[in-house]
């Protein structure tokens, strides 16, 4: 049975457009499914490398991200711009490493939040501190998978803290080709979100714009539609928007604890229920820089 409007409350309508909100940022709840990587150009022939290069058991690195988000909501009875910026420092460690990939272990030793609307409570950051997880890649460097380390002592509070905030640490992973590369190469790849029945594939363009012996930059850009439905708690919705950002990662071959990378994203949704409607837009600025020991 079809709901009336006026039994449609704003909450109902905010809840719709935070659930694409945060599957298009890489909430942990929503099904996201990376595709095989395509080459398009395999680039010059001299010189060819195989991105990002084999990692070594016991490399280790520190690393600081700064996290400026911007979200903005005009509808359901709101009309709320919220700024905030986090700058959050981590250790890193390969601890396993084999031709099938490696896997690398990352400690939050310091989260501090820069900037925030008055009055707001972003206390919890402070329990990042001290959560350790584990990040997972395949033999070709890309992104296979988190989870957080000790289970059996991990507060609720931390768990919490790190699913809201920690994990955008790995949403600026990058996908690199299966076979060597030279400079110009251009690839792709397309990822599927997939949450509460809203499905989105985002195809991810890559250039390798400079390579200089072991040094390489690559360059990355995406730009989707957004034109779905999905439901929540009975409630139905139209979704429209767009979808598009890129970046830039710089690193050494074989040194995966010293990459560098910024990724910008702008995300816009029009979510209509039966009329009732709301706008949303959330920007979003990633930038990991390795540290100094």
Do not use: K
Request: overall charge negative; aromatic content about 6%.
């Amino acid at each position: 049975m079809s709901r009336s409007r006026s039994s449609r409350s704003p909450a109902a309508l905010l809840a719709l457009g935070a659930l694409v909100l945060t599957g298009c940022g890489g909430d942990d709840e929503a099904d996201v499914t990376v595709g095989a990587v395509e080459v398009s150009d395999a680039g010059a022939a001299d010189g060819r490398v195989q991105l990002p290069g084999a990692a070594e058991v016991g490399a280790t690195g520190s690393s600081s991200a700064t996290v400026d988000l911007a979200v903005a909501i005009d509808g359901g009875g709101v009309d709320e711009e919220i700024p905030v910026t986090l700058r959050l420092d981590y250790d890193s460690a390969v601890v396993e490493a084999d031709a099938g990939g490696y896997a690398v272990d990352n400690e939050f030793t310091a989260a501090d939040v820069v900037d925030a609307p008055s009055g707001a409570d972003f206390s919890s950051v402070d329990d990042l501190v001290g959560v350790r997880y584990r990040e997972t890649f395949d033999e070709h460097g890309s992104s296979t998978g988190t989870e957080l380390l000790d289970e059996g002592t991990v507060t609720d509070a931390q768990r919490a803290a790190y699913e809201e905030f920690g994990s955008q640490v790995s949403s600026t992973t990058f996908d690199y080709p299966d076979e060597p590369v030279g400079l110009g190469a251009t690839w792709s790849a397309v990822t599927s979100i997939e949450q509460q029945g809203f499905e989105l594939d985002v195809t991810y363009h890559y250039e390798l714009t400079a390579l200089d012996g072991d040094d390489y930059t690559i360059a990355i850009t995406y730009d989707e539609a957004i034109d779905d439905s999905l439901s929540l708690d009975g409630t139905d919705a139209d979704v429209t928007g767009r979808l598009e950002g890129g970046g830039t990662t710089s690193g050494t071959l074989g040194n995966p604890l010293a990459v560098a990378s910024t990724i910008e994203q702008h995300l816009d949704l029009d979510v209509d229920a039966d009329g009732d409607a709301i706008s949303m837009t959330m920007d979003i600025a990633i930038d990991v820089a390795p540290q100094a020991a």
